[in-house]
């Protein structure tokens, strides 16, 4: 039985669609026919406003197709969303309690790709808290790729985190996740047979 596969892409914090992991895998989606199949949302709000635009997103969406792709804050909201609709997600050096290093980032922020400011705020500590997964229930819907040369994030605390999940570890490479582009046919595998696992 042929899977119609559909993307759900989430940058990380400060990003946006136009980044190189996004635009890198619209690309590899149309080349292998999927144009349509891949959604790329820009994720501008805080956390809880975040979290319903994309559960709104989500529930006008064919779930039972559905995989998802995170990239570091995206990684922890993808996190969210796979326990929540017990989807299958490929987190991409993801940050693990972000709630724990919100502090050092209130106030103003430009985005790196566009002309938006984002304003961070005490009151988005206590959103993330709340979003917080405690306990994984479904750990084997997960497969988490991190690079030891993170030079942003200690890809220890995700390996810890995700030990009962698909766990890849590369040596080297940086917080953007170097040669991303040669994972992606092993990503889109890993969301196929989590999604015919379940049909």
């Not at 998802?68 to 969210?80: D, K, Q, R």
Request: charged share 20%; aromatic share 10%.
């Amino acid at each position: 039985m042929r899977i119609d596969l559909h993307i759900l892409y989430l940058h990380g914090f400060l990003s946006a669609p136009q980044s190189s992991k996004a635009r890198q895998t619209v690309d590899y989606c149309d080349a292998r026919g999927m144009s349509g199949r891949i959604y790329v949302p820009f994720l501008k709000h805080g956390p809880a406003a975040t979290m319903e635009e994309l559960e709104a997103l989500i529930d006008t969406l064919p779930q039972a197709n559905l995989g998802l792709i995170g990239s570091s804050l995206g990684g922890f909201y993808a996190t969210c969303l796979s326990e929540r609709f017990n989807l299958p997600a490929v987190l991409i050096n993801p940050v693990v309690g972000p709630f724990d290093r919100w502090q050092s980032y209130l106030g103003d922020h430009q985005n790196y790709y566009t002309d938006s400011v984002h304003t961070v705020t005490p009151a988005y500590i206590g959103e993330l808290i709340r979003l917080d997964c405690k306990t994984l229930r479904y750990p084997q819907n997960f497969r988490v790729m991190v690079q030891t040369g993170d030079e942003t994030l200690d890809y220890r605390l995700a390996a810890e985190r995700f030990s009962k999940a698909e766990l890849v570890i590369r040596q080297g490479g940086s917080h953007s996740y170097d040669r991303y582009a040669e994972e992606l046919p092993a990503i889109e595998a890993f969301l196929l047979s989590r999604i015919t696992e379940s049909v």
